[in-house]
């Protein structure tokens, strides 16, 4: 007896599940021991690409990712992109025991309340007309509707870098996701095309001869890197079994609402499915709201000191003039109100 394309498609979105919260608590685990080596990737640093473990959380999630992808493939939607709440309980429960962040019941209380308002938004979320080519997709990005989407995520981007990072991305947990979770909003739009454009190719129909193609590509590696660059930040400075269940919430909602005013999927709804809709985001604000107020606080980072020494270097300590600035001042304070200690 043969199996079903739709067992198939929920094997893989399973697996997709596993990978990828696993892979949160490996990249955590790698962002930890560079970070005692380095720089951390909180304030800036890049010495987590020289650690293999955080390699290894990143092919993991890579593997998820193309499971997630295939899985599509044979399944509908409405039964594979709810099952990625499986990766929230994976990495919530690898987490406590590997990580030693505990999630305490109240927490586990929030997950399970960002699961259901995500799953009951996704279920009742209009279903999206594919286009046939990429032409297609690219006369749908250029409606004044998408671009007026586009412009704001853009802004909000901009805003949350430029001004709210430097001042709140250390504590806001919202920071960081937000970034994240907007621009993967618009990868996931690059990333529809291009499956598209790599379908019709292997069907006889080449989509690479076209610039829109490519324009789709460049988008998709911009986001890619920029949603890596602050979901590694979020990972260094916040807890693991926070960070997966804020970043799929908003992440979700983001991408139903991109793809709703992309392809204009919301006509036609009827009353109760709204109704359904407004009951999830409810569920889901409720469950975020719990999850900030159970989180436990990293612990800082060791502090550390620099030593500049005057005089003559062939003096000893004793003899010698110098300053010793702490490593926590040198990454919160100001410059003019750095603690500075002068010993002779």
Known sequence: MGVSDNTRGLVLAMLS?????????????GLRRAASAGLRAGVGGYTYLLEPLWWAGMITMIVGEIANFVAYIYAPAVLVTPLGALSIIV????????????LRLMGVLGCVSCIVGSVVIVLHAPQEQTPSSV?????????????????????????????FEPLYGQTNILVYLGICSLMGA???????????????TLEGVNQFGYAQTWFFVS?????????????????????AAIVSPIY????????????????????GQNVSSVISELCGFITVLTGTII???????????????????GEDASKGLEDGHFITLNNSDYFHKPLLSWDTTLET
Request: aromatic residues 10%.
């Open 186 to 200: 618009l990868t996931v739009m690059s990333i529809k095309a291009i499956g598209i454009a790599i379908k019709l």
């Open 248 to 267: 799929y919430v908003m992440f979700t909602t983001l991408t139903i609402t991109a793809s709703a005013i992309m392809f204009k999927d919301w006509s």
């Open 135 to 163: 032409q297609e997709v690219w006369d749908l990005a250029s409606q004044p509707a998408f671009l007026a989407y586009v412009a704001a995520t853009l802004s909000i981007v901009a805003a949350l870098m430029l001004h």
């Open 17 to 29: 599940g596993l990978f990828v919260g696993t892979s949160f608590i490996l990249k955590k685990k």
């Open 219 to 239: 988008v998709t590696v911009i986001c890619v890197i920029t949603q890596l660059n602050y979901l590694n930040k979020a990972l260094d400075t916040f807890n």
């Open 91 to 102: 990495s919530a429960v690898l987490a406590h025991f590997m990580l030693k962040e505990r």
């Open 291 to 309: 999850l900030h107020m159970t989180r436990e606080e990293e612990p800082s980072p060791t502090a550390g000191t620099m030593t500049w020494y």
